[in-house]
T-cell receptor
Framework: GAGVSQSPSNKVTEKGKDVELRCDPI?????LYWYRQSLGQGLEFLIY????????KSGLPSDRFSAERTGGSVSTLTIQRTQQEDSAVYLC????????????FGQGTRLTVV | KQEVTQIPAALSVPEGENLVLNCSFT??????LQWFRQDPGKGLTSLLL?????REQTSGRLNASLDKSSGRSTLYIAASQPGDSATYLC?????????????FGKGTKLSVIP
């Protein structure tokens, strides 16, 4: 596709349920990032993928959060047993390589836990 | 750990005015720095990428400068227009071992008054 695509755009879930958020990066981009933006806060790094491996998971806030990437393309962020504090906009970004190339962001998934 | 500060937090200017947005970061070991804009309820749009070896980068009415050693970047917007109203975010990309992650400030919210 032309840009980074995320789905769904909005998700409302009940506390305690599991959710899956999807990211389709720009074709050919090997690096993929997940960020979280809570109301009034800056963007918080969650996890980085290079290809299918995740050399940096240091931003995942708890073991309820996990992510995978398959075929060097689509990534899924899974939140288990959702809590109200998980409510935020989850943003995905991709870039052609790691260091010197531009990062492009998707439109985000707005997650609301009720 | 990289920390990014953006000043001012909010700025309101009349249409046509030139303006400067400031960004400072604590760790000068970066590969590059990217400026983004974020419209309400939207994802991030990349504006400019400036490499660590560069001093300036220009795109249309936008000019970004980088002084890596002092940990500062500025975004200059010439002849501002109402369509420039958005939140502007700067993000240095760290060169430490790991993920080459972008670290974000909280942004400057710009309002251009017609």
């Amino acid at each position: 596709g032309a840009g980074v695509s995320q789905s769904p755009s909005n998700k409302v879930t009940e506390k305690g349920k599991d959710v899956e958020l999807r990211c389709d990066p720009i074709s050919g981009h090997t690096a993929l990032y997940w960020y979280r933006q809570s109301l009034g806060q800056g963007l918080e790094f969650l996890i980085y993928f290079q290809g299918n491996s995740a050399p940096d998971k240091s931003g995942l806030p708890s073991d309820r959060f996990s992510a995978e990437r398959t075929g060097g393309s689509v990534s899924t962020l899974t939140i288990q047993r959702t809590q109200q504090e998980d409510s935020a906009v989850y943003l995905c970004a991709s870039s052609f390589r790691d260091m010197n190339t531009e990062a492009f962001f998707g439109q985000g998934t707005r997650l609301t836990v009720v | 750990k990289q920390e990014v500060t953006q000043i001012p937090a909010a700025l309101s200017v009349p249409e046509g005015e030139n303006l400067v947005l400031n960004c400072s970061f604590t760790d000068s070991a970066i590969y590059n720095l990217q400026w983004f804009r974020q419209d309400p309820g939207k994802g991030l749009t990349s504006l400019l990428l400036i490499q660590s070896s560069q001093r300036e980068q220009t795109s249309g009415r936008l000019n970004a400068s980088l002084d890596k050693s002092s940990g500062r970047s500025t975004l200059y917007i010439a002849a501002s227009q109402p369509g420039d109203s958005a939140t502007y975010l700067c993000a240095p990309r760290d060169s430490g071992a790991g993920s080459y992650q972008l670290t974000f400030g909280k942004g400057t919210k710009l309002s251009v008054i017609p």
